[in-house]
Protein backbone atom coordinates (compact mmCIF):
# COMPACT_ATOMS: atom_id res chain seq x y z
CA UNK A 1 0.00 0.00 0.00
CA UNK A 2 2.24 3.07 -1.28
CA UNK A 3 0.40 5.69 -0.07
CA UNK A 4 2.22 8.56 -1.20
CA UNK A 5 -0.07 11.10 -1.32
CA UNK A 6 -3.04 11.97 1.74
CA UNK A 7 -5.38 11.91 -0.33
CA UNK A 8 -4.39 8.01 -1.89
CA UNK A 9 -3.82 7.42 2.26
CA UNK A 10 -7.68 8.94 2.73
CA UNK A 11 -8.93 6.59 0.01
CA UNK A 12 -7.08 3.75 1.40
CA UNK A 13 -8.06 4.39 4.64
CA UNK A 14 -12.03 4.41 3.89
CA UNK A 15 -11.99 1.80 1.38
CA UNK A 16 -10.85 -0.27 4.83
CA UNK A 17 -13.63 1.00 7.13
CA UNK A 18 -16.28 -0.21 3.95
CA UNK A 19 -14.60 -3.16 3.99
CA UNK A 20 -14.84 -3.34 8.12
CA UNK A 21 -18.22 -2.38 8.16
CA UNK A 22 -19.50 -4.82 5.56
CA UNK A 23 -17.70 -7.76 7.69
CA UNK A 24 -18.98 -6.56 10.59
CA UNK A 25 -22.92 -6.43 8.75
CA UNK A 26 -22.14 -9.82 8.04
CA UNK A 27 -20.60 -11.17 11.29
CA UNK A 28 -24.01 -9.97 12.98
CA UNK A 29 -26.01 -11.34 9.85
CA UNK A 30 -24.63 -14.92 10.71
CA UNK A 31 -24.97 -14.53 15.00
CA UNK A 32 -28.74 -13.14 14.42
CA UNK A 33 -29.40 -16.17 12.34
CA UNK A 34 -28.21 -18.52 14.69
CA UNK A 35 -29.40 -17.22 17.50
CA UNK A 36 -32.84 -17.12 15.96
CA UNK A 37 -31.91 -21.17 15.02
CA UNK A 38 -31.30 -21.85 18.30
CA UNK A 39 -34.49 -20.04 19.99
CA UNK A 40 -37.01 -21.62 17.12
CA UNK A 41 -34.89 -25.02 18.48
CA UNK A 42 -35.72 -24.61 21.90
CA UNK A 43 -39.15 -22.95 21.32
CA UNK A 44 -39.76 -26.15 19.52
CA UNK A 45 -38.46 -28.77 22.27
CA UNK A 46 -40.91 -27.08 25.16
CA UNK A 47 -43.89 -26.99 22.62
CA UNK A 48 -43.63 -30.78 21.85
CA UNK A 49 -42.60 -31.65 25.57
CA UNK A 50 -45.64 -29.59 26.96
CA UNK A 51 -48.25 -31.66 24.01
CA UNK A 52 -46.52 -34.88 25.23
CA UNK A 53 -47.12 -33.66 28.91
CA UNK A 54 -50.49 -32.39 27.89
CA UNK A 55 -51.13 -36.20 26.22
CA UNK A 56 -49.86 -38.17 29.10
CA UNK A 57 -51.72 -36.06 31.24
CA UNK A 58 -54.84 -36.48 29.43
CA UNK A 59 -54.81 -40.55 29.11
CA UNK A 60 -57.13 -42.58 31.41
CA UNK A 61 -55.44 -43.87 34.16
CA UNK A 62 -54.27 -47.88 34.15
CA UNK A 63 -54.98 -48.56 37.59
Known sequence: ??????????ASIV??????????????????????????LVWAIVLVALVALYLNLRAPADD
Open 15 to 40: GWVIVALVLFWLLGAVIGTIRFLIRF
Open 1 to 10: MAAGRPRSML
